[in-house]
């Protein structure tokens, strides 16, 4: 996995190759009942309440904790480009999707790609200021997102996609 923090561009990258075609892994990302199977890492775990995986669509879940934390978020599509890429904005918001303007949001771009059956995604996440990338990073999004792929090489493993 290559992770760059981008302090002068406002940005977090994150290139991962995985060892499954492209159509499993677009399906890993775009369809809840897999994405609630490896989104939040573990014991944390992703519960969709609703999603609508189109443009103006959402994906509105919780990440529940063992302890019975529970953060909502929120998803808005902007513009999705079937097998290919998708851009998003996500928020913190709570259980009804009303945005939380205490937390920072960001625009990502996720993009895919397939060679030999192994699929690369890229994701470029956007901030609006230094100060919001830096409280991603202090919130420990890097180890956080680490696992969640951890969760996704087991998925794609499996017969689940």
């Not at 909502?72 to 902007?78: A, G, K, M, P, S």
């Not at 996440?125 to 100060?131: A, G, H, I, Y």
Request: proline share 4%.
């Amino acid at each position: 996995m290559d992770f760059v923090i981008d302090k002068e561009n406002k940005q977090l990258r994150v290139t991962r190759e995985f060892a499954a075609p492209l159509s499993k892994v677009w399906a890993a990302y775009t369809q809840s009942e897999l994405l609630d199977q490896w989104w939040a890492p573990k014991p944390w775990k992703a519960n969709t309440k609703e999603m609508e995986f189109k443009d103006g669509g959402h994906w509105l879940y919780v990440m529940a904790g063992p302890e019975g934390e529970k953060h909502w978020c929120r998803e808005d599509f902007q513009l999705i480009k079937p097998m290919k890429s998708f851009k998003a904005v996500d928020a913190f918001c709570d259980s009804s999707g009303k945005v939380n303007d205490e937390f920072p949001k960001s625009t990502w771009v996720i993009e895919f790609s397939e060679a030999n059956d192994k699929t690369t995604v890229k994701i470029e996440m956007q901030c609006e200021t230094v100060t919001d990338l830096e409280k991603y990073i202090e919130m420990g999004f890097r180890e956080g997102f680490t696992a969640a792929l951890g969760n996704l090489d087991e998925l794609l493993a499996s017969s689940k996609v």
